[in-house]
């Protein structure tokens, strides 16, 4: 399904940019935590499970409410399947990067 693997670069790209954002935080914001390190920190995990719920659970559920169960249920599936896919090739990376 083309709108699963969509969905799933739409995570991959999302969470690639908070990555980065996070692997950069001290440039960007300074080294000195606040209590204001706590609230963006946590704004940040609420947005996110926001944004990737919505990518990965808004359209199945709309299927489902639609009375089209099995349409829905294929694609959280497939959109799980990409997503276990670039996990492990993240993993694969990783991994060849360390051994040389």
Same mark, same amino acid.
């Given at each position: 399904?083309?709108? &699963?693997?969509?969905? &799933?670069? !739409?995570?991959?790209?999302?969470? *690639?940019?908070? %990555? &980065?954002?996070?692997?950069? !935080?001290?440039?960007?914001? !300074?080294?000195?935590? =606040?209590?204001? =390190? !706590?609230?963006?920190?946590?704004? @940040?995990? =609420? $947005?996110? %499970? $926001?944004?990737?719920?919505? @990518? ?8 489902? @409410? ?5 349409? %829905?249920? &294929? @694609? /959280?599936?497939? *959109? ?6 670039? =996990? ?10 360390? /051994?040389?």
């Amino acid at each position: 399904m083309k709108k &699963s693997f969509v969905n &799933s670069v !739409g995570v991959l790209v999302y969470v *690639t940019i908070v %990555a &980065s954002i996070m692997n950069n !935080g001290d440039r960007l914001f !300074g080294k000195t935590d =606040t209590i204001y =390190t !706590g609230i963006a920190v946590l704004m @940040l995990f =609420t $947005l996110s %499970a $926001l944004v990737v719920g919505g @990518l990965v659970l808004g359209k199945p559920v709309m299927l489902y @409410l639609d009375g089209k169960k099995k349409e %829905a249920v &294929s @694609l /959280l599936m497939a *959109t799980a399947g990409w997503l276990a896919i670039f =996990t492990v090739v993240f993993f694969i990376i990783m991994a060849v990067i360390n /051994l040389t």
